[in-house]
């Protein structure tokens, strides 16, 4: 029998591979080999499961990655930003496919457009958090925040989208150029 995380993980994967149209009970039971009294077990209907789907996406896509960042809180913040690069480029279902498609999803759909708001709001503010401690400078960590956040979103924008190594490159680059005039740990 699937667990919930599995009905959940499906629908991340159709909606990365075929997009938010192709989420339907009978797309997943297919994907799960499963029967929709299973998928009704879980859930009480579409309603139900894309409100579990969009939690769970926040969860994969932003949460893990802030927890993960800041398993040791005392590291300090550029440790944290590597970290945070490493995770992001090591990230698989996770990747640009899955942010493209919920990207789309949110213009059309208030409920998701939402939870991308508060998901980009969520990562901005992580990023500009760590490039404040390291600089103690708001403003600058506001743009520098963007900077980042733009580069790994946009990476995935472009067709094809950039390879995980080379957005690795890009990151750390970027970082270095926003931090050149500083000395840092």
């Known amino acids: 029998m699937a667990s919930t995380n599995d009905w959940l993980d499906a629908g991340l994967e159709i909606l990365a591979t075929e997009g938010a149209p192709a989420i339907t009970i009978e797309r997943l039971t297919e994907r799960l080999g499963l029967t929709k009294g299973s998928f009704y077990h879980h859930f009480k209907g579409m309603g139900g499961y894309k409100t579990g789907l969009l939690a769970h996406l926040e969860e994969v896509t932003t949460t893990r990655y802030i927890e993960l960042t800041e398993q040791d809180p ?3 913040p550029m440790v ?7 995770l992001v480029v090591g990230m698989e279902r996770e990747g640009p496919d899955l ?23 969520r990562r901005l503010d992580y990023l500009r958090a760590l490039w404040t401690g390291l600089t103690g400078d708001p ?15 946009g990476a995935g924008h472009l067709i094809p989208p950039i390879p995980k190594t080379e957005l690795g490159v890009l990151f750390e680059l970027t970082t270095r150029l926003a931090a050149r005039d500083r000395a840092f740990p």
């Open 74 to 76: 005392e590291a300090p």
């Open 80 to 86: 944290k930003l590597q970290r945070l690069r490493d």
């Open 99 to 121: 942010e493209v498609a919920l990207r789309a999803w949110a213009q059309q759909d208030a409920e998701v457009r939402a939870l991308q708001e508060r998901i980009d709001a």
């Open 139 to 153: 403003e600058e960590a506001d743009q520098v925040a963007k900077l980042l956040y733009l580069v790994v979103i």
